[in-house]
């Protein structure tokens, strides 16, 4: 049986918010899974709020790995949770597609900083 795009998104949006209702209430925990889903949400968050949706204003690794822990707070992770999911950063360093908790598909695509002090490194930015 061969999916279709649409239906390929339906069924990774189910399986996304199932996962997160799990993270909400606790089954999955600190886990694999909930860490890096835990991590994927706050940097989507950090994204959006800084409003890096652009080719020309991506935000730099080093400035989303320094900003991100404020995002995993509220998520309700502690030091050690924090220092858990903050492992798979180097998995989203190259981008990718997720669910965001919203539950859209969300793009994050990486690209040179242009302007300010981190002009040059490498960054991302929401599509």
Do not use: C, W
Request: net charge positive; charged share 30%.
């Amino acid at each position: 049986m061969k999916l279709t795009k649409k239906q390929l998104k339906r069924i990774i949006k189910e399986e996304i918010g199932r996962a997160l209702k799990e993270l909400s209430a606790g089954e999955v925990g600190g886990g694999t899974v909930g860490s890096e889903l835990q991590l994927q949400s706050a940097i989507y968050k950090r994204l959006r709020d800084g409003q890096h949706t652009s080719e020309k204003n991506p935000l730099s690794l080093s400035a989303l790995l320094n900003s991100v822990d404020q995002y995993l707070k509220e998520l309700g992770l502690d030091e050690r949770g924090i220092k858990s999911a903050k492992s798979y950063f180097r998995r989203q360093m190259g981008g990718g597609q997720f669910m965001s908790p919203d539950g859209d598909l969300i793009e994050l695509v990486p690209a040179q900083v242009l302007v300010g002090p981190s002009k040059g490194e490498r960054g991302l930015y929401l599509k």
